[in-house]
């Protein structure tokens, strides 16, 4: 009955910012519920954040890096907010379990290097990241899953054909025949 009362407060008192938690619950792995809170808790315009380093830093999201003469002892991630950084753990969770999204991929490809809870956290520093563009410049999220992803593997083979062509390699192009099923 409390917490009724309470997530009633909460929505009447944002109701002016309904644009503003809008666009943040469009972030796949973000809600309507989680809108609210990080919006509670940062504010409507990050205003108190002048760039996504500062947040992700206040958060406690961003790789730790202590580093000397050239060797790493550390990459635990700083204390922060523990309600934000847990809310953006939770984003990240779902946001690496919708088919075809950006963090699904980035997930995927820093899974086996990192192991599971280092590449979590690092999808939920890039969706802090994210979260400050939304607030501060007023973005709108724009899904970059695989069609980015197909176009930068057709940019990177094309610039490195390019390559291979400066070095005095003979680079034959076409469509690599499909596997026979057998």
Same mark, same amino acid.
Not at 7 to 16: C, K, M, N, T, V
Not at 49 to 72: D, H, I, Q, R, Y
Not at 85 to 108: D, Y
């Given at each position: 009955?409390?917490?009724?009362?309470?997530?009633?407060?909460?929505?009447?008192?944002?109701?002016?910012?309904?644009?503003?938690?809008?666009?943040?619950?469009?972030?796949?792995?973000?809600?309507?519920?989680?809108?609210?809170?990080?919006?509670?808790?940062?504010?409507?315009? /990050?205003?108190?954040?002048?760039?996504?380093?500062? *947040?992700?830093?206040?958060? +406690? !999201?961003?790789?730790?890096?202590?580093?000397? %003469?050239?060797?790493?002892?550390?990459?635990?991630?700083?204390?922060?907010?523990?309600?934000?950084?847990?809310?953006?753990?939770?984003?990240?969770?779902?946001?690496?379990?919708?088919?075809?999204?950006?963090?699904?991929?980035?997930?995927?490809?820093?899974?086996?290097?990192?192991?599971?809870?280092?590449?979590?956290?690092?999808? /939920?520093?890039?969706?802090?990241?994210?979260?400050? *563009?939304?607030?501060?410049? +007023? !973005?709108?999220?724009?899904?970059?899953?695989? %069609?980015?992803?197909?176009?930068?593997?057709?940019?990177?083979?094309?610039?490195?054909?390019?390559?291979?062509?400066?070095?005095?390699?003979?680079?034959?192009?076409?469509?690599?025949?499909?596997?026979?099923?057998?």
């Amino acid at each position: 009955m409390h917490i009724e009362q309470l997530e009633r407060e909460a929505l009447s008192l944002l109701q002016e910012h309904h644009e503003v938690v809008r666009r943040v619950s469009e972030v796949p792995g973000f809600g309507v519920d989680s809108a609210l809170q990080m919006i509670a808790e940062v504010g409507p315009k /990050a205003a108190t954040f002048p760039t996504p380093k500062a *947040l992700s830093s206040w958060v +406690g !999201v961003c790789p730790g890096n202590e580093e000397s %003469a050239g060797e790493s002892h550390s990459t635990v991630s700083p204390n922060g907010n523990c309600h934000m950084r847990r809310l953006l753990n939770q984003a990240a969770q779902s946001a690496v379990k919708v088919k075809g999204s950006i963090f699904q991929l980035t997930f995927q490809r820093l899974l086996p290097r990192l192991g599971y809870l280092q590449a979590i956290l690092a999808v /939920a520093h890039r969706l802090c990241r994210l979260l400050w *563009l939304i607030l501060r410049h +007023g !973005v709108l999220y724009e899904e970059q899953g695989p %069609a980015a992803s197909t176009k930068s593997k057709r940019m990177r083979t094309v610039r490195m054909i390019k390559d291979l062509r400066k070095l005095g390699y003979c680079v034959e192009g076409g469509q690599l025949p499909a596997a026979n099923p057998a």
